[in-house]
């Protein structure tokens, strides 16, 4: 129970990678705050940690892109919970298009939701985390934001400025000791990843828990020395189009 009395936020919490990521923190003492659009899917993340793994957790609903949305999320966790010591951003959007098929709302969308929202969270937690002297920050990139790709430029654009995000607030925080990490993912198997297409071939693709793993131990005192850098979390899958 490494994290006991730590309160977490989750965005993306719902599903995939970000669920299992909820349920572990859960598991490692942690209360968690699940954040996202579908009520349905926060509602049962949260209801399993409390009912199955007998945590304490609550869900909000919102945007990420939404700054109302997201100081609702924050105010609301601080008011049930405590102040947030953990952020995970994981909420994320894929567009795979060709650079001249790719309408300025589509690529808007894609930034907001995977680099713009990193900082409306951090910009609400880290006056706190600074003030305790004491935070982890967790922003979910990809193996696309170290490469370049065909058919993906929004897509790459977010994923790279993810790290910069990381790295920068790393950093600046490095003397309130808040540490601020980048995970990027190779391929798995995920809903988001399903609405690819019917017919990829996912082997070797990792499943949500194998990359949760890599999150909530960037999450514990034991990865004090790691800050300001991103963790490439690759295994034995080719990404889309590879």
């Known amino acids: 129970m490494e994290l006991q009395g730590k309160v977490a936020l989750v965005t993306g919490g719902g599903r995939g990678i970000g669920r299992e ?13 699940v954040f996202s659009r579908s009520e349905a899917e926060v509602s049962d993340t949260a209801n399993y940690i409390t009912n199955e793994l007998g945590g304490e957790a609550i869900y909000v609903t919102g945007d990420v892109r939404s700054v109302e949305d997201v100081k ?11 102040d947030v010591d953990i952020l995970v951003n994981n909420a994320g959007t894929m567009l795979l298009k060709p650079l001249d098929e790719t309408t300025v709302e589509e690529w808007d969308f894609v930034q907001d939701i995977n680099s713009r929202a990193h900082f409306l969270l951090a910009r609400e937690v880290v006056p706190q985390m600074k003030e ?9 990139s990809s193996i ?8 993906r430029s929004a897509y790459i654009t977010s994923k790279f400025a993810a790290i910069g995000f990381s790295k920068a607030l790393g ?37 949500p828990i194998d990359i949760a793993h890599v999150i909530v131990d960037l999450c514990l ?4 020395a790691v800050t300001a850098t991103a963790v490439e979390a690759f295994g034995g899958g080719r990404p889309v189009g590879l």
């Open 21 to 33: 990521t909820s349920l572990l923190l859960a598991k490692h003492g942690a209360k968690v705050a």
């Open 72 to 82: 609702k999320a924050v105010r609301e966790t601080r008011e049930k919970l405590g």
């Open 132 to 140: 305790n002297r004491d935070g982890v920050i967790v922003n979910i």
């Open 144 to 151: 696309w934001g170290t490469k370049g790709g065909p058919d």
């Open 171 to 207: 950093e600046e925080l490095k003397p309130y000791n808040v540490r601020v990490n980048a995970v990027c993912p190779g391929p798995v198997d995920t809903k988001m990843t399903d609405d690819l297409g019917p017919d990829l071939n996912k082997t070797g693709w990792l499943q």
């Open 221 to 224: 005192p034991k990865s004090v």
